[in-house]
């Protein structure tokens, strides 16, 4: 997606350790304009499907995905990191490693709201080493539903979260992969569309 | 806000300890054509008022941030429950007790998303005791922005958040204010508007 790319040059910062700070428009601070073009291209990728349901997991993800299920007309549900007394007896669960902060979480999805007969698109803001989604992939299965495609903004194409994603034979489409990023020169390369 | 209300009526579940569960169309799964009546209505309630950019905090706020964004036609920026790796040094912070997880977290936001000419319109799902609010606008007065206005979807109004930011003087409107329920009938009574 050749303005999310543009985008990603003018303003995305590449730091030491493989961070790329998208926090002005991306994660932080959010521009909404951007997101309604980023949920145009995500319906325009997966306009071959029939979705009932978009799944994402707090925080980042929340607002790509509302924006997004504006144009398949179906509900959001997110998945909540660890257990809050607010969420009823009745969930599925699975454990997320961070890497970015260093820790595991248990994410959670309440059994109401992912059913047998749903079919669901996946939107996350990220994708680098897969974890995030592995889970959401297990949290969708688990409610015996289908993941019909996954839709991410950003990966990390030197990470082998895309491979791996892929190699479960599910269909993942992001709309800016970064094939390589140099922290002390500031560029950013992206895999040829 | 009557259609919130019919939903709220409808769709709410009143347990004990004063807990309303909304989490089938506002805070878990989320029900975006809803989200977008919400919207419109704080455009409406707020349109005498220019903003510069909408605050929210994670998770449950960020849905309705968003969408609401697009009618105001300014990006959000949502105020981050503890440190990440991933903010760089200069943040406003703020301590915010939260206690449906029995807990006090640290709430930041980059300064550079909050600025002094900034006109701040705080938007969040619920408001009970008002911790949470009182902290955010704590991080906007931090950055010596202004907070023009705060719009809540959901007010506890038997809890006393409501009334302790009234009385500091920020304009404070809520879609359905609670007066009173009951968890042994789930009766739900909401204030005149």
Sequence with gaps: ????????????????????KVDNFLNHQMDIELFNEIGKEFKRIFSDLKITKILTIEASGIG??????????VPVVFAKKAQSINIDGEVYSTKIESFTHKKTYDVIVSKKFISPEDKVLIIDDFLANGCALAGLIDLVRSASASVEGIGIVIEKGFQNGGEMIRSMGVR????????SMNAENGSIIFRDE
Tied chains: 1, 2.
């Design 172 to 179: 993942l489409e992001s709309l800016a992969i970064i094939e």
């Design 64 to 73: 790509i995905a509302c924006i997004t299920a504006q144009y398949f007309k």
């Design 1 to 20: 997606m050749k303005l999310l790319q543009e985008r990603i040059v003018r303003d995305g910062n590449v730091k030491s350790g493989n961070v790329l």
